[in-house]
Nanobody, 124 residues
Framework: QVQLVESGGGLVQAGGSLRLSCAAS????????MGWFRQAPGQEREFVAA????????YSADSVKGRFTISRDNAKNTLYLQMDSLKPEDSAVYYC?????????????????WGQGTQVTVSS
C-alpha cells in the first residue's frame, strides 16, 4: 500500500511559479509510474503530466506543455511538478497518483493510488 502526500500548493499571481511535491511511502517508489492530475470545481479530473519509473520518459497535456515540468527523485521517494507561467485556468486541486507499472500512464483509471490533493489558485 502506497501513501501519497502532496504539498506546495498555494495562491500565486498569473505568470508566477509554484513547485508541487508528492512524498511517497509504504511501497517501492522506484517501481511505480507516477502522474499529476487536476480537478477544478464542477469539472472532471484531468490529466496533467506523467513520468515513467526511472524518470527517463515523460508526457504532458497540451494545455501545460512548455510551462509545466514533471520530475522525480527516486532516492527521496518524491515526485515533483514545476509549474511556470501560471494562468488563472490552471487553478484546481492537484493530485499525484501512482500506477503499478513502469511505463508512462496517462489515464486516471490505470492509477492505483492517489493523494489527497493540494489547492493551486492563480489570480489574474
Amino acid at each position: 500500500q502506497v501513501q501519497l502526500v502532496e504539498s506546495g500548493g498555494g495562491l500565486v499571481q498569473a505568470g508566477g511559479s509554484l513547485r508541487l511535491s508528492c512524498a511517497a511511502s509504504g511501497g517501492t517508489f522506484s517501481t511505480y509510474a507516477m502522474g499529476w492530475f487536476r480537478q477544478a470545481p464542477g469539472q472532471e479530473r484531468e490529466f496533467v503530466a506523467a513520468i515513467n519509473w526511472s524518470g527517463g520518459a515523460t508526457y504532458s497535456a497540451d494545455s501545460v506543455k512548455g510551462r509545466f515540468t514533471i520530475s522525480r527523485d527516486n532516492a527521496k521517494n518524491t515526485l515533483y511538478l514545476q509549474m511556470d507561467s501560471l494562468k488563472p485556468e490552471d487553478s484546481a486541486v492537484y493530485y499525484c497518483a501512482a500506477a503499478s507499472v513502469a511505463i508512462v500512464v496517462i489515464t486516471a483509471r490505470e492509477y492505483d493510488y492517489w493523494g489527497q490533493g493540494t489547492q493551486v489558485t492563480v489570480s489574474s
